[in-house]
């Protein structure tokens, strides 16, 4: 069974500090994993994307690593601001004969404080 | 070039009445999936249809839920006799032609739906 295992659940960091979140999974065949922000109230959008060959992806003060023996990726979130709570999902897709599906984790809420 | 839209945004029905979800796609996306999301849960896929097509049905319950996306109109996700455990977001992403890296679903608002 294909499952997406975050980490932690939720998390409370000072505006201006660091953070990483963590995702573990066992999805087969992987195709590529993604990490979304969703806000209150609305869509996730995707942050970045990475095939299985990508160890790094940045976005602004998002980075994303993987590791693709160990089934297990980072976010890592620079220099928070306020508008960075929200709740992070790591998302990995697999690829069947013809499209692909979507394995959600259940996401990290972080919450940025002044 | 707007994003996914989807309406209503909140939808309260009690239980017996039948909800229905509209999802309309980005321009140019003929691909339209369908997620469910509990509160604390992450998303669950539901469908995939592409245009007059369901592709994939295997998260969507047999009874009660249908889906459909016709060549003209909106996708359409609909639930008979709604029970309370059918309160959640649903929430319908789409995704144009399989051409470019990475193949990313753009996700709409949601619409919420709660069933008293």
């Known amino acids: 069974k294909n499952q997406v295992e975050q980490s932690p659940q939720s998390l409370i960091i000072l505006e201006g500090k660091n953070c990483t979140l963590q995702?573990?999974?066992?999805?087969?065949?992987?195709?590529?994993l993604r990490w979304y922000k969703q806000d209150t109230g609305r869509g996730p959008v995707s942050l970045t994307i990475?095939?299985?060959?990508?160890n790094t992806k940045s976005n602004g003060r998002y980075t994303a690593t993987l590791d693709a023996d160990t089934k297990q990726s980072s976010l890592h979130i620079t220099a928070s601001q306020l508008s960075d709570s929200a709740s992070y999902i790591c998302?990995?897709?697999?690829?069947?004969?013809?499209?692909?599906?979507?394995?959600f984790g259940k996401g990290t809420m972080l919450l940025v404080s002044p | 070039n707007a994003g996914v839209m989807q309406n209503p945004r909140h939808l309260v029905r009690r239980r017996g009445q039948e909800a229905r979800l509209r999802c309309s796609p980005m321009k140019g996306h003929s691909h339209v999936y369908w997620y469910r999301q509990l509160p604390e849960e992450g998303l669950k896929f539901m469908v995939y249809?592409?245009?007059?097509?369901?592709?994939?049905e295997s998260g969507m319950p047999k009874e009660r839920f249908s889906a459909e996306f016709p060549k003209e109109g909106p996708s359409i996700l609909r639930i008979q006799q709604v029970v309370r455990g059918d309160s959640a977001a649903y929430f319908c992403?789409?995704?144009?032609?399989?051409?470019?890296?990475?193949?990313?679903?753009?996700f709409g608002p949601g619409t919420r739906l709660t069933v008293l």
């Open positions: 992403a789409s995704k144009g032609l399989a051409v470019f890296k990475g193949n990313t679903q753009y």
């Open positions: 998302v990995v897709s697999a690829r069947h004969s013809g499209y692909s599906t979507l394995t």
């Open positions: 995702c573990n999974y066992t999805v087969s065949p992987f195709s590529n």
């Open positions: 249809l592409q245009k007059e097509n369901i592709i994939d």
């Open positions: 990475m095939t299985f060959s990508e």
